[in-house]
């Protein structure tokens, strides 16, 4: 079923498993404990950065496929997406699977676009498990889009980080988990924007037509949602959107927050916080995925942007075009009924509360994912 | 025509509102900072050109500035190879770009960043990729004025 840009599900896609890898500087982050795999340096191994993300988003792939506890053999389709140009990381990280590999490209709201292909091709009963996933890595990202990395210059306060991670998840017809029950695609919108060091400003709008959209198509608002998450807009692009959305007659409460504006301390020295494909892919396989799984969470709107800018067209004078897809994500009917005693405060700022977990489950941690690094 | 007209206007709202949002690099302590650094180096400089005198007391001084220069841009390249430079630039910004240092970094960091693509491909095409522009701008000066210099 449809209405103008959102399907809604029937079947309700489950997805049965999750997984995240990140680099050092990620897991020191806000959401650090919530990590399946923490990388020793960025290199993983590798000679070059563009390996090291290749081979990232194959650990992925895997580990997501092993957390879902079916086989290899089982999958019907891997849809995956990168920043690099041709999706090389993607492509080449599919050359190693034996199922079939479908190249999407919504610069960072890959991870939506590619779970809301996967849902309605699920939901049309067309195949049955398909794997999603995408990834990026911050020096493979400030090759392309920026300068190399030993150069001394200095970054203004718009400019974002991109995060060095990957994130994969398994979606099937059946099975437990939390499920996929709408998913609002999202029109290419360009207010003009031709600052590359301010991707925020430039997606802020899309997110807005998106969330618009969104609304307007299932009639619900954000008091529906316990969590509204925005994927790389960063704290001014943030700030932007909620401006945005008030113009609109929608005020934007708690509830809502950005991947990006969460991702890093606040002496990471990162400015306006995470950017790239994986930070949103590796907060929703991480943080969002488990307190879905414990039913902390019921209902979550995801919805991450995507600047679909390239060097040679913003240096041609062309001004930066943003794309944002929406995904409902609800918990599963058999945790739904279950009492969370923070349920009444759970919609208190995530960032408050990411700080003080981590307080408390980084020193268990630390030791059990240092063991689980592989090299 | 009105609808271009009209998301031309709704662009030029959107920019101005957020050029006002946006925050704004503090002037006075960039500044500061980056004096601070750049008169590092310069002092650094005049200290090696004095020490080169000093121990080669039969230079031509003309000399000895060349041999200074050449010890600035190894010292830069190295603490670019080593990643201290980077660091250097993000505390300083223009200190450490306008000295020859930042020339010296400008063309190492390339040639370390592109050094998988190969020697050819991609150390020696890409070396230039930010030095280049100075170069062809000193290039076409050094012409502009050798031009002026004959009719005079």
């Known amino acids: 079923m449809y209405t103008n840009q959102t399907v809604i599900f029937k079947n309700k896609p489950v997805i049965i498993g999750s997984y995240s890898i990140v680099g050092p500087k990620e897991w020191k982050g806000n959401f650090g404990p919530y990590f399946n795999y923490v990388m020793k340096d960025d290199c993983f191994g590798e000679k070059s950065y563009e390996k090291a993300e290749m081979k990232m988003l194959k650990t992925a792939i895997v580990g997501a496929i092993e957390d879902a506890k079916i086989k290899a053999s089982d999958v019907n389709l891997l849809l995956s997406g990168d920043l690099l140009n041709q999706i090389i990381s993607s492509s080449y990280a599919a050359r190693d699977f034996d199922f079939a590999f479908l190249g999407l490209f919504g610069a960072c709201s890959t991870m939506a676009e590619s779970m809301a292909v996967a849902a309605s091709i699920i939901d049309g009963k067309e195949f049955d ?4 996933s995408t990834g990026s890595h911050f020096s493979t990202a400030e090759r392309q889009f920026r300068f190399p990395l030993e150069l ?6 718009t400019s974002q980080w991109t995060v060095t991670g990957a994130g994969a998840c398994v979606i099937s017809s059946k099975g437990v988990g939390p499920r996929i029950t709408m998913a609002t695609f999202g029109k290419v919108i360009d207010f003009g924007v031709n600052d590359v060091n301010d991707m925020g400003a430039a997606m ?17 608002t954000p008091d529906d949602y316990d969590l509204i998450v925005t994927g790389d807009l960063g704290k001014l692009g943030s700030e932007i959107l909620i401006d945005l959305m008030e113009d609109q007659g929608i005020k934007l409460g708690l509830n ?8 890093y301390t606040r ?11 994986g930070c949103s892919a590796t907060v929703l396989n991480s943080f969002i995925m488990k307190k879905l799984r ?7 709107l995801f919805m991450p942007t995507g600047a679909l800018m390239s060097t040679t067209a913003t240096q041609q004078g062309e001004t930066i075009p943003g794309v944002c897809h929406a995904i409902v994500l609800e918990c599963d009917e058999s945790v739904k009924n279950i009492k969370i005693s923070q349920t009444s405060n759970r919609n208190v700022k995530n960032k408050k509360e990411e700080k003080t977990n981590r307080t408390s489950i980084s020193k268990s941690n630390e030791k059990n994912i240092k063991s689980n690094r592989l090299n | 025509m009105d609808k271009s007209m009209d998301i031309k206007k709704r662009n030029e709202m959107y920019n101005n509102y957020v050029q006002a949002k946006i925050p704004k690099t503090k002037a006075w302590p960039s500044l500061f900072y980056s004096f601070l650094v750049g008169g590092i180096i310069c002092c650094i400089g005049q200290g090696i050109n004095d020490l080169i005198l000093l121990w080669f007391p039969n230079m031509a001084e003309q000399s000895a500035w060349a041999y200074t220069l050449i010890v600035l841009i190894f010292i830069a390249s190295f603490l670019t190879g080593i990643g201290v430079y980077d660091k250097i630039g993000k505390f300083a910004g223009g200190g450490s770009i306008v000295p020859i240092t930042g020339f010296s970094n400008s063309i190492t960091s390339p040639a370390l960043e592109y050094k998988h693509e190969g ?6 095409v890409k070396m230039f990729t930010i030095a280049g522009p100075v170069i062809v701008s000193g290039v076409v ?3 502009i004025v050798g031009l002026i210099y004959l009719f005079i």
């Not at chain 1, 001394?152 to 306060?157: A, E, H, I, K, V």
């Not at chain 1, 037509?209 to 609304?215: G, I, N, P, Q, Y």
């Not at chain 2, 020697?119 to 020696?124: D, L, M, N, Q, V």
């Open chain 1, 152 to 157: 001394g210059n200095q970054r203004p306060p």
């Open chain 1, 204 to 220: 802020a709008p899309a997110a807005m037509d998106t969330m618009l959209a969104h609304f307007r198509d299932t009639k619900t």
């Open chain 1, 129 to 132: 498990t398909i794997v999603c």
């Open chain 1, 256 to 263: 809502y927050n950005d991947c990006g504006q969460m991702y």
């Open chain 2, 119 to 124: 020697i050819i491909y991609g150390i020696c």
């Open chain 2, 141 to 143: 000066a050094s012409f």
């Open chain 1, 294 to 300: 414990s039913g902390e969470y019921k209902k979550v």
């Open chain 1, 267 to 277: 002496n990471q020295n990162t400015f306006s916080g995470g950017s790239g494909c």
